[in-house]
């Protein structure tokens, strides 16, 4: 939890009623992790589905994160909104507007913008559009369409929420979904980053266009899973993934792992 | 893409293909179809269109499971060879409905992949 100090760090002054000081943060961002371990919302080859997923790449991963059910548990949905509530307020004046990405993101959005007491938006799912690039040619092809939902006004500087980060792809889409909307409502509007609840890029979105803030960086926050009751075999092998997925491609490792859960 | 990227995929799957891959087959597909007339590959690129899309909607969370993947495969293999080698255009457009109504039925969520024995259910905390 080192983005937000150790336990007993001086207390944040806070503008919104209910958001914690760093030893609380801490500590509510070790529940939160181990919850969601613990609750299934992260799932693993060891104990889910020992043959694991598939990624759109055509990689294969040995874990998966199920937030699409967290609105579901409020407990569990209420932690989320305050850790990411708090990691959006240290930009405190940065931005001017939320903006959802759907479809998950836009629960999140919903209520950490009325956390923070700010406007927000979300972007509409647009059917055969994964990438930026496909937004433009489907723009090109078949013209404005209503993109994305809610007010934007002139100069407005916007912050892109979402449930979690892997690659910035689908993040790219949506920040060419309100750049293209701005232009076609002719006012001028700056995506000046992206905030998520779980980071899952092991570091890469580092190199993102647009600084990306994260309530939980897991892999800094992998260990909290144990609270939850995740074996040390599990913690590693997700650590070593987010560092380097590659040794993971190769089908005899793979093996290996499905004939260990299995 | 052409032609030959499409009989690849009827042969193999999505072995060595990416969610990027399927849209530039999907998107073949249909201009293919327009420019042809032949409707069957209009229904296969708008089949191939759905799973690129539902696949990297599940991509910032780890994907889709392998079972199930192989499951795409397998539908993939067992009608899209029909559909190209088909005698007639209306022929192949009447499998190529087929082949995308069992292949859209498989793009499921989270839920359908606990109830299909792919994945364990969400534990809620006591």
């Known amino acids: 939890m080192s983005p937000r100090g150790p336990p007993g760090a001086e207390q944040d002054e806070c503008r919104c009623a209910g958001i914690a000081n760093n030893a609380s943060l801490y500590n509510l961002g070790v529940h939160f992790v181990g919850s969601l371990y613990q609750q299934r919302a992260i799932k693993t080859w060891l104990r889910d589905q020992p043959d694991g997923w598939v990624i759109a790449s055509g990689d294969w991963s040995p874990f998966y994160f199920a937030f699409r059910d967290v609105p579901s548990y409020p407990q569990l949905f209420g932690e989320a909104c305050e850790l990411l509530s708090s990691a959006i307020e240290k930009r405190d004046g940065e931005f001017d507007r939320l903006i959802g990405v759907a479809s998950t993101g836009i629960a999140l959005t919903g209520a950490v913008a009325q956390m923070l007491r700010v406007p927000m938006g979300f972007t509409r799912k647009v059917i055969g559009v994964r990438t930026a690039e496909d937004l433009q040619k489907a723009t090109n092809a078949w013209g404005g369409h209503s993109i994305v939902e809610g007010v934007m006004q002139d100069g407005d500087r916007i912050l892109v929420v979402d449930d979690v980060i892997t690659t910035f792809t689908s993040k790219a889409t949506a920040i060419a979904q309100i750049e293209a909307e701005a232009q076609s409502r002719g006012v001028h509007v700056e995506v000046v980053g992206v905030a998520v609840v779980v980071d899952r890029s092991g570091k890469r979105s580092a190199e993102a266009p647009v600084p990306v803030t994260s309530a939980i960086d897991l892999l800094d926050e992998l260990d909290a899973m144990r609270v939850g009751g995740a074996s040390d075999r599990e913690v590693d092998v997700i650590r070593r993934y987010l560092l380097d997925p590659t040794p993971f491609q190769n089908p005899d490792v793979r093996a290996a792992m499905q004939v260990e859960a299995k | ?126």
């Not at chain 2, 072995?15 to 209009?42: I, K, M, N, P, Q």
């Not at chain 2, 708008?46 to 991509?59: G, I, K, N, Q, R």
């Not at chain 2, 969370?61 to 499951?71: E, F, L, M, T, Y």
């Open chain 2, 1 to 126: 893409m052409d032609i030959y990227d499409l009989r690849s995929l009827s042969k193999h799957g999505l072995r060595d293909y990416s969610a990027s891959r399927v849209t530039d087959l999907a998107t073949w597909c249909r201009d293919f179809a327009e420019a042809s007339g032949d409707a069957r590959y209009f229904s296969v690129g708008d089949a191939l269109a759905a799973l690129a899309d539902w696949w990297s909607d599940h991509d910032e969370r780890g994907g889709i499971p392998v079972q199930v993947a192989n499951d795409l495969s397998a539908t993939i293999t067992r009608h899209l060879p029909d559909v190209l080698d088909a005698e007639s255009a209306s022929d192949g457009a009447q499998l190529a409905r087929l082949f995308r109504f069992e292949l859209m039925a498989q793009l499921g969520n989270v839920e359908d992949w606990i109830e299909a024995g792919y994945m364990t259910r969400h534990k809620p905390q006591t």
